[in-house]
């Protein structure tokens, strides 16, 4: 380290007596990290593949000692090798067959989840599927719960917490770049980003807290350890990282797009033009949609999620009153507000009611409809907009670009080979690690502020790999995976 000699030049005995401090130090830094737990040892059992009829079904049991279990199974084989396919006849305890088919067996902890793990792959059939799971829960294993073979992966070290989400985002992957991504996740790209920022980070409060434990060395600490260089680098990396975890969320999670404007502008023809179908009434009568209409498009293997409001006016009428509660509660989880003006009237009274009660940070764009018949229009009827895009919704004519504009808005940079897929957490936990660095670099004079403010970004970036987890959290990211997995 390069302050050592600072220490040694002092101290005849610095030596043994600093580098104990320093072992001390960095148990401290890395203990600060929650360690993962090995998993219960009763076996769990569970159907892996999707629910219905199929030439192959899949029941996956994970435990100790399951070899016993896997020869009563199949009561035919006795050599029962790892790792190597076996076909035979399942039995039951009387020795009928309930299927044939073929038996893996996975010894601890050469498995995916650290345990012994037996598949059993019979025939896709529901019935069979659910006889030969019953089986396995009379020789002594009991149900396992959702996502309860990767949580023990998790646990037992075999994956971190990122890589056990993007499992689930595999699964539920709608889109090939959405696959491609969650893959580069479950192969550890964006664990190895947050390991190495971590690693980075453990070094500077070593830095910073060895500082600490030497009060009395008169030394410039952060001339002489190039401490706020080192913070900078830092927060240059994590923000490469964190503008990378935003492109990610964008196309795990997509973006919301609501259509707004006054009655019989456009909105349900311009839905009903950009899902390609006709999935909204439309009629020259004011007032026609009185519900919200969702429909789910994609823009560069980004799922949007489109919601034409009902028009937001006063109304007598109870039943279109219900869609317009239903159009502000969407305007409050919009991401994009697409306001649809009518270049012959502008922004005229029904649609200045509609902008003023518009959620203050939403993104606008403005929406000029109709240029078929008013080709001349320039739009610029809503300043307060960040784009201002001429469309005709009947023609399809610059549709292309509202498409481009919505991708623009919303942060979107492309596919890349670098991108892994990334979620809200994520990103929130990188803003926490970011403002943390933020405010170690203007507390640096005085060195225990700066600690702190380091020991928080580190326990904020372990959040995202669960080395500092708490268990309600892991509770709930499990609970929302499938059985099976």
Known sequence: MDFLPLFFRSFSEAPLFFF????????????????????????????????????????????????????????????????????????????????????????????????????????????????????????GARPAEPGEFSKRAFLNGKIDLAQAESIADLIEASGQSAARMAMRSLKGAFSDKIHALVDELIDLRMLVEATLDFPEEEIDFVRDTDALQRLARLQAALDAVLNTARQGAILREGMNIVLVGAPNVGKSSLLNALAGDEVAIVTDIAGTTRDTVREEIRLDGIPVHIIDTAGLRETDDIVEQKGIERSRRALDHADIALVLVDPREGINPHTRAILDNLPPNLHQIEVVNKIDLHPETAGGFHPAAHATVRISAKTGAGLEALKQALLQQVGWQGESEGLFLARS???????????????????????????????????????????????????VIFSRFCIGK
């Open 425 to 475: 957490r994520h990103v929130h936990a990188l803003h926490r690690a970011q403002d943390e660095l933020t405010a170690a670099a203007d507390a640096a004079p005085q060195l225990d502020f700066m600690a702190e403010h380091l020991r928080l970004a580190q326990n904020a970036l372990s959040e995202i790999t669960g080395e500092f987890t708490p268990d309600d959290l892991l509770g």
């Open 20 to 139: 104990c401090s320093i072992d001390c130090l960095m148990a401290g830094c890395l203990n600060t990290i929650k360690k993962p737990m090995m998993s219960k040892n009763d076996t769990i059992a569970a159907i892996a593949t999707a629910p219905g009829s199929g030439g192959v079904g899949i029941v996956r049991l994970s435990g100790s000692r399951l070899l016993p279990m896997a020869q009563a199974l199949l009561p035919a084989t006795q050599n029962i090798t790892p790792r190597r396919a076996l076909y035979g006849d399942f039995c039951t305890a009387d020795g009928e067959t309930i299927d044939q088919g073929l038996l893996l067996y996975f010894p601890a902890p050469a498995s995916f989840t650290g345990e012994d793990v037996i598949e059993l792959h019979g025939h896709g059939g529901t019935v069979v599927l659910n006889m030969l799971l019953q089986r396995c829960l009379q020789l």
